[in-house]
T-cell receptor, first 113, second 111 residues
Framework: DAGITQSPRHKVTETGTPVTLRCHQT?????MYWYRQDPGHGLRLIHY???????DKGEVSDGYSVSRSKTEDFLLTLESATSSQTSVYFC????????????FGSGTRLTVV | SQQGEEDPQALSIQEGENATMNCSYK?????LQWYRQNSGRGLVHLIL???NEREKHSGRLRVTLDTSKKSSSLLITASRAADTASYFC???????????WGAGTKLIIKP
């Protein structure tokens, strides 16, 4: 999607290994989010950021950490991947007038074997 | 926690018919948004309706919002095969700066 990219698009990793997903934006938006999507569920918030070095937990943050050292990049790290973290991960940015405009990345499909 | 709940979970109709999906939510909101997701793809924003609006149109889409019942509906008129996708509602409560999502309605348009 325009203004936001995620990498990698697909990844297979082994249980117990650390994994980092990257979200990059070119919109200079303050707010960035990491969601996961699983069958039968809507998107669930993992972590979000409201500024450089300002982050907070979402409802499913256990086993995940994030970092935002500059406005354009928001990294999601699975400290020790587990099979329950097999999912599709979406990054989102929020901005525009009154912060109503949300834009989502294309997603990262992560498989933990 | 899941805020929105879509109904039905799945809907299969003939091309050319209208499709209606409903969303219920639990708390006060600033706005409600509808998204489409094609299989294996990202999320596409369809329409946003603010809490002080009751109805909004965009092309073949019509969204209504009833804040007294905490519900919204998405109507797609004259459906096409390309409308086959999952549709999600998401609510913006204004606090915690996040969207809260329902589980989605899977729409299949039969040719």
């Amino acid at each position: 999607d325009a203004g936001i990219t995620q990498s990698p698009r697909h990844k297979v990793t082994e249980t117990g290994t650390p994994v980092t997903l990257r979200c990059h934006q070119t919109e200079n938006h303050r707010y960035m989010y990491w969601y996961r999507q699983d069958p039968g569920h809507g998107l669930r918030l993992i972590h979000y950021s409201y500024g450089v070095k300002d982050t907070d937990k979402g409802e499913v943050s256990d086993g995940y950490s994030v970092s935002r050292s500059k406005t354009e990049d928001f990294l999601l790290t699975l400290e020790s991947a587990t099979s329950s973290q097999t999912s599709v991960y979406f990054c989102a940015i929020r901005g525009g007038r009154a912060n109503y405009l949300w834009t989502f990345g294309s997603g990262t499909r992560l498989t933990v074997v | 926690s899941q805020q929105g709940e879509e109904d039905p979970q799945a809907l299969s109709i003939q091309e050319g018919e209208n499709a209606t999906m409903n969303c219920s939510y639990k708390t006060s909101i600033n706005n409600l948004q509808w998204y489409r997701q094609n299989s294996g793809r990202g999320l596409v924003h369809l329409i946003l309706i603010r809490s002080n609006e009751r109805e909004k149109h965009s092309g073949r889409l019509r969204v209504t919002l009833d804040t007294s019942k905490k519900s919204s509906s998405l109507l797609i008129t004259a459906s096409r095969a390309a409308d086959t996708a999952s549709y999600f509602c998401a609510t913006d409560e204004g606090s915690n700066y996040q969207l809260i999502w329902g589980a989605g309605t899977k729409l299949i348009i039969k040719p």
